[in-house]
């Protein structure tokens, strides 16, 4: 079957500007991760959702985050007001029990 | 300190040989354990997963956790070319929590 799937595969912005990455997770998957990955930083944990919990957000880095997931399938991360410090990969990963499946990431560059 | 140290690398090898990757941790509430292979611009792959002390064996790698000593490590026998890339130790408390990464070893394997 599909894997995750994330767009766009690339986002070159200006300093300021609000974007929306967006997620598919591997149908079924209940839970559904976003992380970050920097140079230097490694991967680090933003936000989880899992079934009709309510997320675990003690990994966004300030307020300027967000994300949503509608119907418990489809995830969108915004980040308004974006940052220089912002550019990364953002992954995304979905999961039924266990095991964690990445999709391939959306590089984010803020001029 | 961290809650996951990883060796950092680089490490290259002849084609061939035996790789060991090696991560450590801190805390002993962590049940879960993960090795993520991570080709340049692409998502991490799974490889490896476990929840108990002792070996897996899945081809040429082999996974190996020691809770005592709150160490885990991949082995890579006859390593190929197509090896090269970054490998990531991941590990988490319980089934739906999120992952915590090690830095990740960047692996060459020349032919």
């Known amino acids: 079957g599909a894997g995750v799937s994330q767009s766009p595969s690339n986002k070159v912005t200006e300093k300021g500007k609000d974007v929306e990455l967006r997620c598919d997770p591997i149908?079924?998957?209940?839970?559904l991760y976003w992380y970050r990955q920097s140079l230097g930083q490694g991967l680090e944990f933003l936000i989880y959702?899992?079934?009709?919990?309510?997320?675990?957000k003690s990994g966004l880095p300030s307020d300027r985050f967000s994300a949503e997931r509608t119907g418990g399938s489809v995830s969108t991360l915004t980040i308004q007001r974006t940052q220089q410090e912002d550019s990364a990969v953002y992954l995304c990963?979905?999961?039924?029990?266990?095991?964690?499946?990445f999709g391939p990431g959306t590089r984010l560059t803020v001029l | 300190q961290k809650e996951v140290e990883q060796d950092p690398g680089p490490l290259s090898v002849p084609e061939g040989a035996i790789v060991s990757l090696n991560c450590t941790y801190s805390?002993?509430?962590?049940?879960?354990f993960m090795w993520y292979r991570q080709y340049s611009r692409k998502g991490p792959e799974l490889l490896m997963y476990?929840?108990?002390?002792g070996n897996k064996e899945d081809g040429r790698f082999t996974a190996q956790v020691d809770k005592s000593s709150k160490h885990i490590s991949l082995f890579i026998r006859d390593s190929q070319p197509s090896d090269s890339a970054t490998y990531l130790c991941?590990?988490?408390?319980?089934?739906?929590?999120?992952?915590?990464f090690g830095e990740g070893t960047q692996l060459t394997v020349n032919p």
């Open positions: 990963a979905s999961s039924q029990i266990n095991e964690q499946f």
């Open positions: 149908s079924g998957h209940t839970a």
């Open positions: 959702f899992q079934g009709n919990s309510a997320p675990d």
């Open positions: 805390n002993s509430a962590f049940q879960y």
């Open positions: 476990t929840y108990s002390s």
């Open positions: 991941a590990i988490k408390e319980t089934s739906g929590s999120r992952l915590t």
